[in-house]
């Protein structure tokens, strides 16, 4: 016991750790290192559910929620200040980021998808006040995507001008260079455990403990055991997604549409299951099948196109859907972050949870969406 | 159809016919699928047409023959042109002639043979750029390989088609300009123990001798120590440019035939997650699996060289062992019913194998191939090249999915077959590890492009 | 009157040219070891020239027309009398 104590590598020193290096860690660890902060953000390297590699790259503020007005709001100030970001980031990275802010389209069939639908955005423009997203007929939709020969079924589409799609991958990678440009350090390493120490935190990692002042938990859903010392039972859950992918086509479809896609490479992409199922990420291609079918009922010709290949992968979804900012409870120097929408919540993330993690007030929109609402006190 | 069996069986060259055939004398209920549209595989292509006949041995062609011909007697049921696109115990997806099928077979003899290691170089694009097997098939089509029978080929690489080919295109009367031997000769050197227990298997010995043999008679001239081959020209080839003791040297022709060793099928197995073992000589992976074939998941066998390379006659025995065992194991034959009649075959492959045992060093591929130039294109179906895969690596990308994650290597419609191996290898001499460490292609089905409505539809019977 | 074909031959097109070849064989191995057609499509990517590698289903480089039906790979179909096969030289703006 005593021998293995001082076996124990010392632990190595650091001012703010981020754990998580996907788009949540990497966004507010940018943020972090732009302001002059010492930031460490820690990623495994391998084969850990990664949801940051398991997203379209939807921009994606439009029907969501009419229960959460705040959190609609959050979404459509991110999707705004997008533009913005993505110039930054390609200037201060050198990365480019294919990104359209073409808008964004929700394919309804029959009439009563689309009354429904279109009750639910009364809903939203009640609750919201302003809500920038409306109904179009099929006229209209063919009239946005000419190309596209949309299956005689669709009556029409939820549309948002607002909405829009990045290339996921490019946005991750710009962030991880521009924080290592921005003197961020960035280490790939497995972690074991997170307790407090003294006033800070201890991360225990596969390469030696690692201390620090400040600690951000950004990991997904490795928050829930990484968040033990502090929260037994994290509300988030593992949002099971499966997706076809179909061979690249000619390039049809610059407004991106839920459900069925097509990515800036050509290849169409379909899916937007949600399953709460753990951690099995098994294909079901009788699930993906409906999901299939459903994509030939809004464009027939994709029937005839070769699918290429299916994946399936774990998304994060809080308990109640959402955004979890907030310190820890009872540890004031520990924050935790948790969403769906990390891609579309980018670009506030960068811009506003940095101050949050050094203790000022979240902006006024997000000032709900602490651990408060889960009862905790913090 | 019925589509309810006792044993189905995945491919019909050798392994997968004496599978099926082994598997029906015991009684049992058969079918095989294949995408090919004559039985036969690779090794007898074509072996139930004269010209598919005339190029091979006579020994062979007689194995060849008979197996066929016991196959058409046996009741098996047959399915060619049918493309298996996903695989799970009693659950087989498949297009059987354009229609999408599930078949539900008590037990499943996976046999899809074995494939030859891609290996990129600048150029291997370009039109007239060939693998040695498809240069046999082409041949063995009755077709040629240049326009003008006059035009030279060249040949290059390292393993026994190289062998084949250039004794089936001397009997052609194909001019060969040369034949550039990448290979390792530390290796062959290490081989020399072994060579004495080839003797086991003095037919292979001899037929090995032979080919040899006549190489040296047909004259073709042997450039040895080749290293950095590129195929250079505008819309197809024009040109092969190689280096040997550090001289660049060229060779004008419009056919090259690239060969660097002959190794298994892996696909459909990797997303069973069957255990495979790295093989550090070959330089490959391969399926962990018993002597009959039973691999760890229970009514999954593997037969023939998707287990591991000894060839078509080694194959045959394979498959017997398979078909017997699947008959054992649904209880059709007993247990000391399956010894007896796995006895003669069991003691063959037995020595086979260790009679071949040299073969694997002195085919051992020269890992020196993989290290090609940044501009390399590596992904044929992406379009992702070396520098690519490099840069993504000193990223700190180390695992191969992670690469093709970020390169789109792997993601096109060969689904990484044709860029899996050098995928692997270039990650790792980038790190400074063995392709053993760098992990494998992630495979899910479907194991190839399917019509998404015919995806769809066979998915959604209930 | 267009003479028998040889035994154990069939009559294939082949972009519109008409050839014998013998029966049995794939038509990726008929398309380049008798029509001798050199580059059998143009690689939406990048615009290439490619032709077939492998000759045996695992490269995806043999995909043509056949009969009609477009993406068919080519060295796992038998040729057969009369059919008709076209090589995808040209395709549609892919972004």
Redesign the interface.
Known sequence: MFIKKIMQPKPTEHEIIVAGGGISGAAVAYGLAKKGHKVTMIDAPTETNKASRTNVGLLWCQSKFAHLPDYAKWGFHSCRLFPELTKELEEVSGVEIPVNYTGGLIACLGDDEFNTRQDYIGKLKEELGEYNGSMIDRAELERKLPKVPFGPEVTGAAWCEEDGIVEPLALLRAYLVGFERAGGIIKNTLIHDVQPVGGGYRVITEDGPMDCERLVLAAGLANRRLAQFAIADLPVSADKGQVLLVERMPYVMPIPMLGVTQTFGGTIIIGFRHEFVGHDTRIIPEDIATEGKWAIRVWPELGRQRLIRAWSGLRVMPDDKQAIYSKLPGHPNATIINTHSAVTLAAVHTRYIPDFIINEDLPELAQGMTLKRFGYTC | MDVQTDLLVVGAGPAGLAAACAARSCGLEVTVVDEQAAPGGQLFRNIETPLGQSMLEPKEREQGMNLAADFRKSGVKYYPGTTVWGLEPRKVSCNINGKPVILKPSTTVIAPGAMERPVPFPGWTLPGVLGAGAGDIILRSGGTLTENPDDPVVLAGNGPLLLLLACHLIHSGVKVAAWLDTGYWSRRLMAAPLMPASLLDSPYLGKGLGMALQIVKGKIPIVSGVKNIRAVGKDRLEKVVYEVLGKQKELYTGTLMRHEGVIPRTHILNSMKVEHAWDSVQRYWYPVVSECGATSIDGIYLAGDAGYVHGGDASILKGRLSGIDAARSLGVISDSEARFRSAEPLAVLRRMRIARGFLRYVFAPNPGIFDVSDDTMVCRCECVTAGDIRRAVREGHTDVNEVKLYTRCGMGQCQGRMCGPALAEITAAEVSRSPKKVGTLKIQQPFRPVALRSYCDVNSLK | MKDAPAA?SVTITVDDRELQ??????VA??V???A?A???YI????N??????????????CLMEINGEP?VQSC???VEEGMIIKRQLQH????
């Open positions: 154990g070849v013998p029966e049995g064989i794939t191995a008929a380049l070891g008798h001798h050199g580059r059998t690689h939406p990517v990048d290439s020239p490619r032709a077939p590698y492998c000759l045996m289903g695992v490269c995806f480089e993406d796992l179909i038998s549609e703006e892919v972004n």
